[in-house]
């Protein structure tokens, strides 16, 4: 009996240990900053810092954006680099931004006609913004041109953590549920939240952190498989890519997603 309680250990430990995606250490450099919202395919860096400046680092150059008039910068979306958005939800507006960080667009949704109280920004295809409307408990593909709703979904029936996209999806994940959408609004998947708090986006992968672990949940698949790190303090982590990025200790660490 003992034998076979031992089989069925080692072979239930070997299924999940093939099922672990390695991550390769490549990198780290030093990295003062608050907040790192991206790294792009070309090494370009997109942070803020103690007084709420965004910054654009790339291998020459450094610029700034600054608007200390809307305060704390809650979220911002590096996907597209020639429409940056800016989100400060203290003030329910976003700041669209080109890629010498000059102000495109001012979007206020205090006051435009339909008042949105919105929690979470995330970028879609074209002038498009995804947001979650707090009062209605809904996800809106806003157009911020023409100050038109695209799409709205069904009341969602747990609280937000997190909003990501890009042009062809948006996941939101709730306390009970991680929902996938396609860009135009129709639910893909919805796969159930066991204890996950965050994610990071970038076009073949999703990672998700629950507690101090990070797991991966590939392109086209609804198997959310484990990363196998290191006892490393997870702080924020970014993917670009197969790319993970990791920030602790004022050090960005870069390793590269390996399926076993």
């Given at each position: ?58 291998a ?8 200390f ?24 507006t ?54 038109k ?19 062809n ?12 959408y ?54 924020q ?24």
């Amino acid at each position: 009996m003992k034998s076979l309680f031992y089989l069925i250990f080692c072979f239930s430990f070997f299924a999940f240990a093939q099922d672990e995606i390695q991550l390769q250490f490549e990198a780290s450099i030093d990295l003062k900053a608050k907040d790192v919202f991206g790294v792009d395919t070309f090494g370009t860096l997109y942070y803020s810092d103690d007084n709420q400046s965004f910054y654009k680092k790339s291998a020459d150059t450094t610029i700034s954006y600054a608007n200390f008039q809307l305060g704390k910068i809650t979220s911002a979306n590096t996907f597209n680099p020639l429409k940056i958005n800016l989100f400060y939800q203290d003030f329910n507006t976003v700041i669209i931004l080109d890629n010498r960080l000059a102000e495109i667009t001012k979007v206020d949704f205090n006051t435009i006609q339909d008042y949105k109280n919105v929690s979470f920004v995330s970028t879609g295809y074209d002038n498009t913004l995804w947001l979650f409307n707090q009062d209605l408990q809904q996800l809106e593909l806003y157009d911020y041109l023409n100050n038109k709703t695209r799409v709205k979904t069904v009341p969602i029936q747990s609280q937000v953590l997190d909003l990501k996209s890009d042009y062809n999806y948006c996941y939101l994940l709730t306390e009970k549920h991680l929902y996938i959408y396609s860009y135009f609004g129709s639910l893909i998947h919805k796969i159930e939240n066991k204890g996950y708090t965050e994610m990071a986006f970038s076009k073949a992968n999703l990672v998700l952190k629950k507690e101090n672990a990070l797991f991966l949940l590939p392109k086209n698949s609804i198997t959310i498989k484990p990363l196998k790190t290191s006892d490393l303090l997870i702080n924020q982590f970014l993917v670009t890519n197969e790319t993970l990025y990791i920030y602790n200790d004022e050090k960005l660490r870069r390793y590269q997603l390996k399926s076993q």
